[in-house]
């Protein structure tokens, strides 16, 4: 909620929640707002709907061409690259 400055409050519901989760990991509790605020942002941009669904309709014209790949078969050869990489989090 916007108090008219540059001041946000958090809803008195959440304080104690957000107080207890900063207590626990040793926190500052604006720090951990700010953090979820910060993420919250991030994941608007990033999962906006107009683009998701432009994702999804781009993806599914493409399997409709012929154009997908099987997935046993990507990961198969993604865990092979990563065994010829002596990556360490390879099986």
């Known amino acids: 909620m916007d108090t008219g400055n540059d ?3 958090v809803p008195p519901a959440l304080q ?3 107080k207890a989760a900063a207590a626990e ?12 605020v910060e993420r919250y942002l ?3 941009r990033w999962f906006r709907r107009d683009d998701v669904h432009t994702k999804i309709a781009e993806g599914l014209e493409s399997l ?9 078969s990507v990961m ?3 865990i092979a690259e990563l065994d010829d990489q002596g990556h360490p989090g390879a099986t």
């Open 16 to 18: 104690a929640q957000v």
């Open 64 to 72: 409709r061409q012929g154009k997908g790949l099987d997935g046993e």
């Open 25 to 36: 990991e040793h926190r500052n509790p604006a720090d951990l707002v700010g953090e979820a």
């Open 42 to 44: 991030w994941e608007r």
């Open 7 to 9: 001041t946000l409050i």
């Open 76 to 78: 198969a050869e993604l």
